[in-house]
């Protein structure tokens, strides 16, 4: 009896790592809403968690990561979450305002205690930011008029100014009783 | 009122400019391309004539030597335009408008632009009653010349 006993604990000992494996499918997903962003906007996504590996309450880091086109990671967070069975998580991540446009990635993962991990990855568009464009070329048309406005006076000042020097000419002359 | 083109020879153009102002007692415009205006008064005076009739607008020299000389570029027609149409409406009564030397503006303007000037001052004069008399010397400018004949009631060789 005390021999089965040892034997049975010496098996779970031994079974304790594969039963305690980290086995998570992991998934992400960005709305089509979100396919197509201006820099300096939030991508938001999900990452939905299948626990695989058991059934006991876990607590799991999440790490986020996006990468420009240019393959140069851009932004990075990580975050400790609860897992049971599966967990779904919306987050979302600030594009930096002077991104270049192109496709982006954002890598979910998940570290797991043998060093290697749980990695998903989707992607979405970066696009020249409009609002700032609109901006700009407002401010650039408002710049347009002002100078037009100002060679217009100028212009229409020079006139005004030749009569007037005119106007005191001839009214000089006639004060001076010049006879006409 | 009349509009007339005097072409004569450098040599005799002084003489000329002299003869037709004084053959004028009505005010004058008289829009100086060849001399300053100090140059040109003493050389009327000089041959006889009262100045005090005559309203100067100096295209020669920018240096402002009197208040009632108006100074304007040679190359600035439109300015030399405003200025002489304002004279025109200010100025009572009868008056005459003398270019000393039309081809002058040849030398800072283009020839189509040059008959343009002259196009529109003849016919404002014309149409104000103003008596336009428009020199040039010979030599110069035959071909706006020839464009510009037909805006002048008289053309005179000489």
């Known amino acids: 009896m005390k021999t089965t006993i040892q034997i049975i604990v010496v098996i779970l000992l031994l079974a304790a ?3 305690a494996q980290d086995n998570y499918n992991l998934k992400v997903e960005i709305p089509e809403s979100h396919s197509k962003i201006s820099a300096g906007e939030s991508v938001w996504f999900t990452a939905k968690i299948l626990n695989l590996g058991n059934e006991n309450r876990k ?3 999440l790490k986020f990561e996006m990468y420009d086109p240019n393959k140069k ?4 967070k990580a975050e400790t ?11 979302n991540l600030e594009i930096p305002k002077n991104s270049p446009p192109g496709v982006y990635i954002i890598y979910v993962k998940i570290p797991y205690s043998d060093g290697t991990e749980a990695v998903s990855q989707a992607s979405f568009e970066v696009t020249t930011n409009k609002k700032a464009i609109i ?6 048309l408002l710049l347009l008029i002002l100078i037009l406005l100002v060679i217009w006076i100028s212009y229409k000042w020079k006139k005004m100014y030749l009569k007037m020097k005119i106007h005191q000419i001839v009214n000089k002359k006639l004060r001076q009783n010049f006879k006409f | 009122m009349s509009s007339t083109l005097i072409i004569t020879s450098v040599e005799s153009l002084q003489e ?10 009505t005010p004058g415009i008289y829009v100086s391309l060849n ?14 004539i009262n100045t005090k009739k005559l309203f100067f607008i100096d295209c020669v020299t920018s240096e402002q030597t009197k208040d009632d000389v108006l100074h304007i570029l040679p190359n600035d027609l439109e300015q030399l335009s405003c200025a002489i149409n304002t004279f025109i409406k200010d100025i009572p009564g009868r008056k005459v408008l003398i270019i000393d030397a039309l081809s002058t503006f040849l030398i800072y303007n283009n020839e189509n632009k040059v008959a343009a000037f002259v196009k529109e001052i003849t016919e404002y004069a014309s149409k104000n009653e103003v008596e336009v008399i428009a020199l040039s010397p010979k030599t110069k400018g035959e071909e706006l010349l020839n464009k510009i004949f037909n805006f002048f009631d008289k053309v005179k060789k000489e």
Do not use: N
Not at chain 1, 73 to 76: F, I, K, Q, T
Not at chain 1, 84 to 91: C, K, M, N, P, Y
Not at chain 2, 16 to 25: A, G, L, N, Y
Not at chain 2, 37 to 48: A, P, T, V
């Open chain 1, 17 to 19: 790592p594969i039963l």
């Open chain 1, 59 to 61: 607590d799991i880091t």
């Open chain 1, 73 to 76: 990671l851009v932004v990075s």
């Open chain 1, 81 to 91: 979450a609860a897992i049971e069975t599966h967990a779904s998580f919306v987050r």
């Open chain 1, 135 to 140: 901006i700009i070329g407002v401010a650039i």
């Open chain 2, 16 to 25: 000329r400019i002299i003869e037709v102002v004084k053959s004028f007692d």
């Open chain 2, 35 to 48: 001399k300053t205006q100090k140059s040109i008064e003493e050389i009327l005076k000089k041959g006889g």
